[in-house]
């Protein structure tokens, strides 16, 4: 059963910085992309990031261009996203997650089958 742990999360001022964490398990994780989703109060959840199995082809939603980073350590089954510069409107519940089907690459929901717990991360103004 694939496991999907974030950690990372907390309270930070507009203009700080933060890194999440996902550590996964359950799967053969250096085959399966993984990605970033957020999901705002009242909001649905959002796209975020994802990176591919071997970590050489990015996406980014347009909103974190140029201020966030993912990346893996497929040796440590490890997926992260770096948060600079951030903004209030960034406050989300932030999710990890692995593509369905190995190899793949999807940038939306559907393509995503395993999920983490989310974290949270506020950014006071």
């Known amino acids: 059963q694939v496991q999907l742990v974030e950690s990372g999360g907390g309270l930070v001022q507009a203009g700080g910085s933060l890194r999440l964490s996902c550590a996964a398990s359950?799967?053969?994780?250096?085959?399966?992309?993984m990605g970033w989703f957020r999901q705002a109060p009242g909001k649905e959840r959002e796209f975020v990031a994802a990176?591919?199995?071997?970590?050489?082809?990015?996406y980014y939603t347009d909103s974190v261009k140029g201020r966030f980073t993912i990346s893996r350590d497929n040796a440590a089954d490890m997926v992260y996203l770096q948060m600079n510069s951030l903004k209030p409107e960034d406050t989300a519940v932030y999710y990890c997650?692995?593509?369905?089907?190995?190899?793949?690459?999807?940038?939306?929901?559907?393509?995503?089958?395993?999920w983490g717990q989310g974290t949270q991360v506020t950014v006071s103004s």
């Open positions: 997650a692995a593509e369905r089907n190995p190899y793949g690459f999807g940038r939306v929901e559907t393509n995503f089958g395993s």
């Open positions: 359950g799967l053969t994780f250096r085959t399966y992309a």
């Open positions: 990176i591919n199995w071997s970590g050489g082809s990015v």
